[in-house]
């Protein structure tokens, strides 16, 4: 044991009595759970730092054994000892460790390897929380929440390095191939779905005070493109089910419970389109496996979606969101009868009908000659004719009646929900504006969240970050605050 481990010993040993005096003297009969709680937790948090302390430098005070070597093999003779700062979720320490170094080699802590240190100075451990945090929340919340729990106060500008730096193997853990001997689940079809959503930017240069936004003046925004990608179950449905669930009919069954996606994949990127369908290929070529049976790619109508999606991923039959497309139908039914019609809901529930029994050419048929009627005005007509329009270019991707039979996804649930949650309730935020670096950080992270990976992320990460720092020869040791807890026990 090293000399200077006494004190801390008699240190720990002493606060460890303190708090069974306290939690079972006298002082304590006049106050409450809560009080004694937080009394509790504030001493354990400095009874760990004591013992991580004592962790530290029982592990420095031994210098290693065997020959010391650089990067390239060079031996390298003893130096001194050296300082380093590790901030933990208990605190921040400092300790010193035997350094080696020779002429023309870099000074080599052999400690830092078998305790697995972290390239600066925050904690794995403290480093995830931080990350957890800012994936959910802003970066000033995330801070407020830390000082509250820990006690101490991490700047912004830490916060966002740290989210930086933990999602640079985002992109190498989502391209990490499957396990061959995986099963695909009771998922026969697999599904690709996307769509885009903005991200406020911050000006690439000052705004003159003379050009200031007013009201009513968006930031400049960046486009997400997120795409979704999962295998599901068969769920047959009949046209009328679909348009009782469309139209919210109360007096219809409740239908049966839908299938849910089987690990589903969500992802944004700022990179733009080419790069969000050619990861999403990638992607898709690895989750096929023999039990898929068909495959689907879902988008609205926007033609630069579609195009990628067919070249991307040619195998998949693409399908126009029934949403979007019973979107328009309100717009027309609004144009000829008006908001308030009485009788635009059964006309909308009559056309829509058509279109999930494969009748797309009637219901277009039957619009041009609304439209053609001398008691439509310019305005409706116009509407009317734009609706005529997106289903005539979307024709080929309207076959719902086809799609419902062999159980497909018609709507794009998935994607929109992800943009949403994913995109929307992160990053547009009251106030936000994003640098594409930053904003794409934490996009990855909130993805991997999202996706119930965190876990598995973290793992990989930390395997790559020390391979990283000290060779992917060296084997990963624990946390060093599960080491800390061993030594103690």
């Keep these: 044991m090293p000399p200077t481990a006494a004190p801390i010993i008699a240190q720990v040993q002493r606060e460890f009595q303190e708090l069974v005096a306290y939690v079972t003297g006298p002082q304590t009969h006049a106050v409450t759970a809560d009080e004694v709680e937080r009394t509790l937790f504030r001493r354990l948090l400095a009874l760990g730092a004591a013992l991580l302390r004592l962790f530290f430098v029982s592990r420095a005070a031994v210098r290693p054994a065997g020959p010391v070597h650089g990067p390239d093999g060079t031996p390298l003779a003893y130096h001194d000892r050296r300082r380093t700062t590790y901030y933990s979720v208990f605190g921040k320490l400092a300790f010193y460790r035997h350094a080696f170094t020779a002429p023309g080699q870099p ?117 997400a493109v997120v795409t979704a990608l999962y295998p599901i179950v068969p769920y047959p449905r009949t046209p009328a089910d679909v348009v009782a669930a469309l139209l919210r009919e109360a007096d219809q069954p409740r239908p049966a419970t839908r299938p849910q996606p089987i690990g589903k994949e969500l992802r944004a990127t700022l990179a733009g389109k080419e790069a969000a369908f050619t990861h999403l290929a990638r992607r898709a070529a690895q989750r096929e496996h023999p039990a898929i049976q068909h495959r689907v790619a879902l988008t609205d109508g926007a033609e630069a979606l579609q195009q990628r999606m067919t070249t991307h991923l040619p195998g998949y039959t693409l399908v126009l969101d029934i949403i979007h497309a019973t979107e328009y139908l309100w717009d027309a039914a609004t144009a000829l009868l008006g908001e308030r019609h009485r009788d635009r809901t059964a006309w909308v529930r009559r056309h829509l009908e058509r279109l999930l029994a494969g009748q797309t050419t009637a219901v277009i048929t039957a619009l041009e000659a609304a439209a053609a009627d001398s008691a439509c005005t310019a305005t409706p ?6 609706t005529v329009g997106y289903y005539r270019r979307n024709q080929p991707y309207m076959r719902y009646d086809t799609y419902l039979a062999q159980g497909w996804p018609i709507g794009t649930g998935v994607v929109e929900g992800a943009c949403g949650h994913l995109v929307k309730d992160r990053m547009q935020q009251a106030g936000m504006r994003w640098t594409k670096d930053g904003a794409q950080a934490v996009l990855d992270l909130r993805a991997v969240r999202l996706n119930e990976d965190w876990d598995a992320y973290w793992q990989f990460h930390h395997r790559q970050q020390h391979a990283r720092l000290y060779g992917a020869l060296t084997p990963l040791p624990a946390a060093v605050e599960d080491q800390a807890l061993e030594l103690a026990a």
């Design 107 to 223: 000074v080599i802590c052999p400690l830092d390897a078998a305790l697995g240190l972290p390239e600066r100075c925050y904690s794995d451990l403290l480093r995830a929380w931080m990350a957890d945090g800012t994936t959910d929340e802003s970066y000033r919340a995330s801070r407020t929440v830390l000082a509250r729990i820990l006690g101490h106060t991490l700047s912004l500008q830490a916060l966002e390095t740290v989210v930086a730096e933990e999602a640079v193997d985002v992109a190498a853990f989502d391209d990490r191939s499957p396990d061959p001997a995986a099963p695909a689940g009771a998922g026969t079809i697999l599904v690709a779905q996307a769509d885009g959503k903005g991200v406020p930017l911050v000006p690439s240069a000052p705004v003159p005070r003379s050009v200031r936004r007013g009201k009513g003046h968006p930031p400049a925004t960046k486009e």
């Design 381 to 386: 007509r116009q509407a009317v004719l734009r």
